[in-house]
Antibody, heavy 121, light 108 residues
Framework: QVTLRESGPALVEPTQTLTLTCTFS??????????VSWVRQPPGKALEWLALIDWDDDKYYRTYLKTRLTISKDTSKNQVVFTMTNMDPVDTATYYCARLSAGTTSPFDFWGQGTLVTVSS | EIVLTQSPGTLSLSPGERATLSCRAS???????LAWYQHKPGQAPRLLIYGASTRATGIPDRFSGSGSGTDFTLTISRLEPEDFAVYYCQQYGSSPRTFGQGTKLEIK
């Protein structure tokens, strides 16, 4: 059974760095074709893909956010860590992690429930 | 980037009726790399359709997807009470992968 769960702070102050962890089970991120991605959804707005890491430790970022984002994996712990620097109120959103199982050009076949992050002082 | 426009924004139907949801892309979607997701409040989004028309594992056959190029459709043949949710389309053939803004399917 594949599960993913996001964890991290619910409240972040402007200019701070957000660090979120995706803890997953039911698959190994070292297996060929496996990837984990981060997606966010601001209140009332569309889903937005942010970053992806694949089984070979290749990383991909949303171009306009690239300087602020970092994604990494700890295969032994079944975790993916996502950081976003210089947080702003416009970054308030529900952040999801999701799995891809057939390489980088495949859909998100399993998602976490998401974690709401509010950016406010 | 490819912009996906979903219509209608809200669809009000009764259980047992047929639902037709549209997703239009600003440019052709590579190799029909188009997916549909169902999302209920407080739950994880669920993959319904990928490759424009292939049902994901465990998805009932009342859900079907069709289309190619720039026009795609998700059809729910006979609505069940548990089908009322928000539906998103997503293209994953071009970077960045993008989503539509969603169609809310509500009970009439």
């Amino acid at each position: 059974q594949v599960t993913l769960r996001e964890s991290g702070p619910a409240l972040v102050e402007p200019t701070q760095t957000l660090t979120l962890t995706c803890t997953f089970s039911g698959f190994s991120l070292s297996s060929n074709g496996m990837c984990v991605s981060w997606v966010r959804q601001p209140p009332g707005k569309a889903l937005e893909w942010l970053a992806l890491i694949d089984w070979d430790d290749d990383k991909y970022y949303r171009t306009y956010l690239k300087t602020r984002l970092t994604i990494s994996k700890d295969t032994s712990k079944n975790q993916v860590v996502f950081t976003m620097t210089n947080m702003d109120p416009v970054d308030t959103a529900t952040y999801y992690c999701a799995r891809l199982s057939a390489g980088t050009t495949s859909p998100f076949d399993f998602w976490g429930q998401g974690t709401l992050v509010t950016v406010s002082s | 980037e490819i912009v996906l426009t979903q219509s209608p924004g809200t669809l009000s139907l009764s259980p047992g009726e047929r639902a037709t949801l549209s997703c239009r892309a600003s440019q052709s979607v590579t190799a029909r790399y188009l997916a549909w997701y169902q999302h209920k409040p407080g739950q994880a989004p669920r993959l319904l359709i990928y490759g424009a028309s292939t049902r994901a594992t465990g998805i009932p056959d009342r859900f079907s997807g069709s289309g190619s190029g720039t026009d795609f459709t998700l059809t729910i043949s006979r609505l069940e009470p548990e089908d009322f949710a928000v539906y998103y389309c997503q293209q994953y053939g071009s970077s960045p992968r993008t989503f539509g803004q969603g169609t809310k399917l509500e009970i009439k």
